[in-house]
């Protein structure tokens, strides 16, 4: 029961996180977007570039240099 509830807790936070439209650098949802598996982290990183395609990707998002989106 309790690893469900941290699932769901923890699944909220981070889709509230992708789906958001104000900043892509909220400190726990950078965490929580990095330590997805990839076919998720990637998702997740395409949301949040879709949103803000005109900024540095955040931890986790970013590719080669760091100034690329994955």
């Given at each position: 029961m309790v690893v469900i509830f941290?699932?769901?807790?923890?699944?909220?936070?981070?889709?509230?996180?992708?789906?958001?439209?104000?900043?892509?650098?909220?400190?726990?949802g950078i965490e929580l977007n990095s330590r997805m598996p990839a076919p998720i982290r990637e998702w997740g990183c395409d949301k949040l570039h879709q949103t803000f395609a005109n900024v540095l990707p955040p931890y986790g998002c970013q590719a080669g240099d760091g100034t690329q989106w994955l």
């Open positions: 941290a699932v769901v807790i923890f699944g909220y936070r981070w889709y509230s996180y992708v789906t958001n439209t104000e900043s892509p650098y909220n400190e726990v």
